[in-house]
């Protein structure tokens, strides 16, 4: 069964849950596979999300809270596995430098619309700055996600 909901009013795009279709996608903690439908090919999309009674060994939550201190843990966790599908840099490497937490930091723009049942974080980064990512470079300019 697929249920579909919106998702944003900045990316627009839709989320599709227990399917099979091809597209950006994430598991739940119980093995549910979510997919986020774009409504722009431009630029690389990331899609991450936890249900949210999930839970979360204590060092782990405790990692996150110091990253964000004003996040759920698990909204954090899913705003860094979107960092590192989009740039490439395991968590574990995040984790260790807060500094690569920040999406401003990547230039991935990042959104967290609100669900009753998961935690949900998608990115966007302008195809341009994956081919030159290091800031201060030629073509690096922040982009303007299409729908902004």
């Known amino acids: 069964m697929t249920a579909a909901s919106p998702v944003d009013r900045w990316f627009g795009g839709r989320l599709l849950s227990d399917t099979a279709q091809d597209g950006v996608a994430a598991l739940d903690h119980h093995g549910v596979r979510h997919v986020f439908e774009p409504p722009s090919s431009q630029g690389q999309y990331a899609l991450d999300l936890e249900r949210r009674d999930a839970?979360?060994?204590?060092?782990?939550?405790?990692?996150?809270?110091?990253?964000?201190?004003?996040?759920?843990?698990?909204?954090?966790?899913?705003?860094?596995?979107?960092?590192?599908?989009?740039?490439?840099?395991?968590?574990?490497?995040?984790?260790?430098?807060?500094a690569r937490a920040r999406p401003a930091a990547n230039e991935v723009v990042i959104r967290q619309p609100v669900h009753p049942r998961y935690w949900i974080t998608i990115g966007w980064q302008h195809s341009d700055l994956r081919k030159n990512p290091e800031p201060g470079s030629a073509g690096t300019a922040r982009k303007r996600h299409p729908f902004d």
């Open 55 to 98: 839970t979360l060994a204590a060092e782990l939550a405790a990692a996150l809270t110091r990253i964000d201190p004003e996040m759920h843990p698990l909204l954090t966790w899913t705003r860094l596995e979107v960092l590192a599908k989009i740039t490439g840099i395991p968590v574990h490497l995040i984790l260790r430098d807060p």
